[in-house]
Each structure stands twice: as structure tokens, then as C-alpha cells.
């Protein structure tokens, strides 16, 4: 029974702090402990896991997602780490789910489950996306990616590996990097999808598009620093050909708008070719509206909206990153 260190780094988390931890400490076993890490909160997440009987490790690492989960995984003396996020829920039974899995590979990734908080279309569609994603979109027992919400990793590799790329301050593909390093290296991420988290984070259509923008710009600045002989990048949970539709669907929506401006300017027949162009992009994303719409109802078909507006953001998000990478940013 491999021991496990529960590395839950924090900023300002005091609303979902207490909805998290509790369930963790449910399910702890001999031998395993829970490290709150603070980066840098001013609101009362410490008092809050004070109350809950957790002292919290304050981070003296570089600010950010990265720094704070390495402050606490490389403090981790067990032998295995979970990175759990501040408002990411586990659910019942997560610890022995997690330890049947820990005999498939060197890492352990959890699923997100169908459902969201609140009733805003936004927060549900970035719930069920990376639901949709995690259960339908991966095939096999392993996942290329990984998201560190629930993600766990045998110490030892995650010592060898260096921990996260500190370089990454903000929580966007540092645990894509740390995936592509691990998988480099010949270890294997084992996917549970009996882990199914509940995700706390509320957007509004603003945020949900600015965190999109920044995800993109910080997936494309990644491909272009990264060096040769590393192998295939790990910009997403799933492989390439698994996530075809969506690379297929961010070109093709383009391409109908370009083709109809065209029609507008007169060229003959560009309007038909640019209605095949949208249906075939749209085609490729109808599993995950009808599931999406069988989930949440009317919510579904709200959140169903922002499919379209959310491919075409790609395009723009990278081409923005290759503008930036060529006045010399590499982050």
C-alpha cells in the first residue's frame, strides 16, 4: 500500500477550501498526509484549514501554480504524490480507486465529472468539455497529458524529473510540460475514470474566454521554445489524432468566414464552399453538443453556444503567441 502526500496548493481559496479537504481526510490512510501549501493568500484560507486541524506550509518558491506545487512535492517524503487543486472535489472512494491504479504506471490521472456548480452555460461547458474530453475523446489506459487538479506521481519520478517548470507562473501548461518530460523519459500516466472530480471554479463568458486566450497563447509559446528530440508536444489531455476534430474544426471555421468574405467580394460559388467548410467543422463537434444537450438540458443547449466562438478562438490565440515569440518572449 504505497504511501501518499496530498499537496493542495492554494491562493485565496477560503470558499472551497473546507469542501475539498474534508473528503481527502475521509479516505487518508496510515502513512499518508496532507500538505496545504500558500501561495501568497490574503483572504482566510489559512484560518480556514487551521480549523479543519491542517497547519499550512507557506510557499517560498517562485509565485505561482508551479512553485507551489513543487514547495510541496518536494517536501513530500511518501512514496507517491497527489496534486489535488483548491476547488477541485474528490470523490467518494478516490483513495482506494487511486491505489488500484498506482500498479499501472508511474503517474495517475482522475477524470472530471459531467456536472458543474451554479447554472451559467460558461461553467458548464468548461466542465463538460474536459468531461467529454477525459471519457470520450481517450482511448487506452494511458493519457498523454495531464491536468493537475487530480494528478498523482511516484515521488521518485517527480524528483527526477525536477518538479514543474517554474518558469510557467500562471496555471496554464505547466503540467502539460511536466507530462511530455515524464512520458520522455518512458513513464506511463494511467487514466481512473473512476475519479470523477467536481470542479468548484465558476466563469462568467468573460473569464471563460480570457482563460481560453491565455491557455492557447501559453499551448502555442510552448510548441515554439520547446527543443528538439522530445517527441510529440503534450498540449492537450488527449493525443493528436484524438483531438483531430477540434484542430480540424479551429481551421475550417476560418476558412467559411474567409470563403464568405469572398462571396461578399463576388468570387462565384465561395459561399457554398464556405457553408461545406462550417458544416463539416460544426460536424465534427456534434458528439459533444448532443452529449453536452443530454446532460444539462436547456444548460446544455445554452453552453452548446459557445462551441463555435471557443474553436475559433484557437487561431487567433497562436497567432498572437507566434507575434510575442518573435519579439523574443518565450513564456
Aim: hydrophobic fraction near 45%; glycine fraction near 12%; aromatic fraction near 10%.
Amino acid at each position: 500500500m504505497p504511501s501518499l502526500t496530498v499537496v493542495i496548493p492554494f491562493r485565496n481559496s477560503a470558499g472551497t477550501l473546507e469542501q475539498v479537504v474534508v473528503p481527502v481526510l475521509d479516505e487518508l490512510r496510515e502513512g499518508d498526509r496532507v500538505l496545504p501549501v500558500d501561495d501568497r493568500s490574503d483572504d482566510s484560507s489559512v484560518e480556514v484549514l487551521r480549523r479543519l486541524g491542517l497547519p499550512a506550509v507557506e510557499s517560498e518558491r517562485r509565485p505561482g501554480a508551479a512553485g507551489a506545487r513543487n514547495m510541496g512535492g518536494f517536501a513530500a517524503r511518501t512514496e507517491w504524490i497527489l496534486f489535488l487543486d483548491s476547488d477541485a472535489v474528490p470523490p467518494v472512494g478516490w483513495r482506494e480507486a487511486l491505489e488500484t491504479a498506482m500498479a499501472g504506471g508511474d503517474a495517475v490521472q482522475a477524470v472530471y465529472g459531467p456536472s458543474a456548480p451554479g447554472d451559467g452555460a460558461a461553467t458548464f461547458y468548461k466542465n463538460y468539455y474536459y468531461h467529454h474530453t477525459f471519457t470520450r475523446r481517450i482511448r487506452g489506459p494511458y493519457i498523454k497529458g495531464c491536468g493537475t487538479f487530480f494528478f498523482a506521481v511516484d515521488r521518485r519520478v517527480f524528483e527526477e524529473l525536477g518538479g514543474f517548470d517554474e518558469n510557467i507562473t500562471g496555471a496554464t501548461i505547466e503540467d502539460a510540460d511536466f507530462s511530455e518530460r515524464l512520458w520522455a523519459r518512458g513513464g506511463r500516466i494511467v487514466i481512473a475514470p473512476a475519479i470523477q472530480v467536481y470542479h468548484l471554479r465558476r466563469y462568467t463568458l468573460g473569464e471563460f474566454f480570457r482563460y481560453e486566450w491565455n491557455m492557447m497563447r501559453a499551448k502555442a509559446l510552448y510548441i515554439l521554445r520547446r527543443g528538439g528530440g522530445r517527441g510529440a508536444p503534450s498540449v492537450s489531455m488527449a493525443g493528436f489524432s484524438e483531438m483531430l476534430p477540434v484542430t480540424a474544426g479551429a481551421v475550417l471555421s476560418w476558412v467559411a468566414v474567409l470563403l464568405w468574405g469572398a462571396a461578399v467580394a463576388g468570387v462565384p460559388r465561395a459561399a457554398v464552399f464556405g457553408t461545406v467548410a462550417m458544416a463539416v467543422a460544426l460536424a465534427g463537434q456534434f458528439p459533444l453538443w448532443f452529449r453536452m444537450v443530454c446532460a444539462g438540458g436547456l444548460r446544455g443547449v445554452r453552453a452548446g453556444f459557445l462551441i463555435l466562438p471557443d474553436l475559433m478562438l484557437i487561431l487567433p490565440a497562436c497567432a498572437s503567441a507566434v507575434v510575442s515569440a518573435m519579439a523574443g518572449r518565450r513564456y
